[in-house]
C-alpha cells in the first residue's frame, strides 16, 4: 500500500516552494518560468517513462514514474490544486467502470 502521506507531504512542499527564491529552488524557479515551462517538463517526464517501460528496465521507470508524478504534482500546485484533488478524482471513479467513467465524460463534454 503506498504511503499517502508522503504524497501530502510533499504537497505541502511544493506549496511552500511558492514563496521561495528561484535562485535557491528548483520548483519556485519552474513556478517563476510558468505553466509552459512545467508542461515542457510534465511532458519530458512522460516520454522518458515510455522509454523506460519500452526497455523493461523496471528500476529506471520506477524513477522515471516518480519524477512524472513530482512534476505532475508541481504543474496542479502551480494552478492552486493538490494531490488531495486527484484523490478525490480517482475516490469518485472507484467501483466505475472504465467504460462507463469514459461515457459520462463524453456526455459532459470533457476530454478523454
Do not use: N
Not at 522518458?48 to 516518480?66: F, G, Q, R, S, Y
Amino acid at each position: 500500500m503506498i504511503d499517502i502521506e508522503v504524497l501530502h507531504r510533499v504537497s505541502d512542499t511544493l506549496a511552500a516552494r511558492k514563496k521561495a527564491d528561484p535562485d535557491s529552488s528548483y520548483v519556485s524557479s519552474l513556478y517563476q518560468k510558468g505553466t509552459d515551462t512545467i508542461c515542457k517538463k510534465v511532458a519530458e517526464e512522460a516520454a522518458e517513462t515510455i522509454m523506460a517501460a519500452k526497455d523493461k528496465d523496471m528500476l529506471h521507470l520506477v524513477w522515471e514514474v516518480t519524477d512524472l508524478w513530482f512534476h505532475s504534482m508541481v504543474l496542479l500546485a502551480h494552478h492552486g490544486l493538490s494531490v488531495d484533488d486527484v484523490l478525490a478524482e480517482f475516490r469518485r471513479r472507484e467501483g466505475v467502470s472504465g467504460i462507463d467513467e469514459k461515457k459520462s465524460r463524453a456526455a459532459q463534454g470533457a476530454g478523454a
